[in-house]
């Protein structure tokens, strides 16, 4: 099955700097990947998604890559804000399935 | 739109006793809809694919006969945890698809279960 691996567990920032967070996954056939951002005791929620027909993209200080060759796949944010702080998953789904499997999660900590 | 709800969403009960969850997808049908279980400080671990009309798939390790899954209407999916235990404890989240192709999933805002 499907393996995704999401570095780092934990990211730390000064508020106004960039932020990436990778993700790697295993399955060729994956084609679907999202990004959630969880709150703490909260549902994550989709920030960004983008599909293997995409390489790149951007909504404001969001932006998300993906290199099918190199199967991995990156969430970026810029100018980062104290309320980014919170729990981020990646995820990677097969074409023709809605169950993604989903990366370990990174805790970003935007210090103000 | 595309609003799932959880009910409860803390639940305190004593060991021995079982616990359901309700998932409903309140503006569009869900054909599918997850379980998931979250540890503190850890990822979403899917449990079970609940389908309408249709018996639940669960993951390896998840024991059918514990975490009982209903899934009786294309708006409600129940997960009932029997005979609950301190190990059972965790936060339970739900989610569902609108549909068609691959896409977003939405999760419900998850129930705390605490068992004393």
């Known amino acids: 099955g499907e393996n995704v691996e999401q570095h780092p567990s934990t990211l730390s920032v000064q508020e106004g700097d960039s932020a990436v967070i990778k993700c790697t996954y295993s399955d060729s056939a994956s084609n679907y990947f999202p990004w959630y951002k969880q709150e703490l005791g909260k549902r994550p929620q989709l920030i960004i998604d983008?599909?293997?027909?995409?390489g790149e993209k951007k909504d404001q200080r969001i932006a998300v890559t993906l290199n099918k060759t190199a199967k991995h796949f990156s969430l970026h944010i810029t100018e980062t804000q104290p309320e980014d702080s919170a729990v981020y998953f990646c995820a990677a789904s097969v074409g023709g399935s809605y169950i993604p499997t989903f990366g370990r999660g990174t805790s970003l900590i935007v210090h103000p | 739109g595309a609003v799932v709800s959880q009910h409860p969403s803390r639940v305190i009960c004593k060991s021995g006793t079982s616990v359901k969850i309700e998932c409903r997808s309140l503006d569009f049908q869900a054909t599918t809809m997850f379980w998931y279980r979250q540890f503190p400080k850890q990822s979403l671990m899917l449990m079970a694919t609940?389908?309408?009309?249709?018996?639940?798939?669960?993951e390896q390790g998840v024991e059918k006969d514990k975490f009982l899954i209903n899934h009786a209407s294309l708006t409600l999916s129940t997960l009932t945890v029997t005979s609950a235990h301190p190990e059972d404890s965790s936060f339970y989240i739900c989610?569902?698809?609108?549909?068609?192709?691959?896409?977003?999933?939405?999760f419900g805002p998850g129930t705390r279960l605490t068992v004393l």
């Open positions: 989610s569902a698809t609108t549909g068609g192709g691959v896409g977003e999933q939405f």
């Open positions: 983008i599909r293997s027909n995409v």
């Open positions: 609940s389908n309408e009309g249709s018996k639940a798939t669960y």
